[in-house]
């Protein structure tokens, strides 16, 4: 009987794993115009994985010996899961985003958000296996609500939270910097941190001993539910992202193709996700992905020259002559294919 419990929560434990990729698919999928490279969406997992967790606890440790101090014992558990963890996670987490910034593929706030959330997933399935291993031996009941609870809900929680912060910084990072622009990524690191606090006060609490099943219950309720809307509105304000990105490729390659960069056909369909998918419309001779790739790129960085701060206005018109010129080079490759 022992064994069959080890290995269905070894099974459930690999579930709960593949769910948390499943979700990690799901979110770089979304990133429907111009999609992050997968290997550096996966090396941000890792950093939550490992370095988000090994730090975080860490930071915790530190700060939950003069919390001890300070705060009565009956509310160091409440002071520690509401207070110090998110605080401390949610700042482990973010530290991706001094890397990321370095890197050429953070382009807006879609990226932001998928940059984010792939930090909280890394962090959560690291996590979820150090808790399951604690409520191993806790029964069976226990053990797989813990699983299930953590799986659904806490692992979502961090990526949403991580999100938030993420969106804030992808915003900013092509613009010129503002005093009030200044505030966005610490607003975005706040309701990070307040998105975790809350669901880890709900959790709290349903577990009180001092409540009844039915206070309890509540709790977690609110807790759920609360994860379900900021799920939705998440997903809500990525579309609005992809919204932006569509104008915002539209609006440049109607430009472009003024200019004579590319036919105005085309500047009408690269910017729709479903029509550029379609074939037919573009010369067999000219590779699909390249091409649509370069034009959004080159759309992207017309707008981030617009936005940039003047001083680095010169290395950006670097980067729209280099797509310009790609745009270009793959577009005369039909009247080669042509001659040949």
């Known amino acids: 009987m022992e064994l069959v419990l080890i290995v269905v929560g070894l099974g459930a434990v690999a579930i709960s794993t593949l ?23 996966m090396l941000t997992f890792v950093w939550g994985a490992l370095g988000g967790t090994a730090l975080g606890c860490m930071i915790s440790l530190f700060l939950s010996v003069p919390m001890t101090m300070l ?38 706030e879609t990226d932001g958000l998928i940059y984010g959330a792939a930090a909280g997933l890394g962090f959560a399935a690291v996590e979820n296996v150090l808790y399951f291993l604690a409520f191993a031996a806790a029964g069976p ?8 609870m953590r799986t659904l809900f806490t692992s979502l929680v961090h990526a949403i939270s991580t999100a938030l912060l993420g969106y804030t910084v992808g915003y900013v990072r092509h613009r010129q910097l503002k005093p009030w622009l200044w505030a966005l990524p ?15 006060l709900m959790a709290v609490v349903s577990g009180s001993q001092f409540l009844s099943d039915a206070m309890s219950a509540g709790a977690l309720g609110i807790g759920m539910l609360f994860v379900v809307l900021m799920g939705a509105t998440m997903f809500a304000i990525t579309q609005f992202s992809l919204m932006r990105e569509h104008k915002i490729i539209r609006r440049y390659l109607r430009d472009e193709a003024q200019q004579g960069t590319l036919p105005k056909e085309h500047a009408e369909i690269i910017p729709s996700w479903r029509k550029r998918r379609k074939k037919g419309w573009l010369s067999p001779h000219i590779p699909h992905e390249e ?5 959004t790129l080159l759309a992207f960085r017309r707008y981030q020259t617009d936005t940039v701060a003047p001083r680095y206005r010169d290395s950006y018109n670097e980067g729209v002559e280099e797509y310009r010129q790609k745009v ?13």
């Open 19 to 41: 769910v948390i990729f499943g979700y990690l698919l799901f979110i770089w999928w979304l990133d429907r115009y111009e999609r992050e490279p997968l290997w550096l969406v």
């Open 71 to 108: 705060v009565p014992a009956v509310y160091s558990e409440l002071a520690l899961t509401v207070g110090i963890a998110p605080l401390a996670e949610e700042f482990t987490k973010g530290l991706i985003f001094v890397l990321l910034i370095l890197t050429p593929h953070l382009d807006n």
């Open 141 to 148: 009941e226990v053990f797989f609500a813990t699983v299930v």
């Open 186 to 200: 610490i607003l975005g690191f706040v309701l990070a941190v307040v998105n975790h606090a809350f669901w880890n």
């Open 291 to 295: 091409y649509v790739e370069a034009a």
């Open 328 to 340: 270009r080079q793959l577009n005369n490759q039909t009247a080669r294919g042509q001659t040949g």
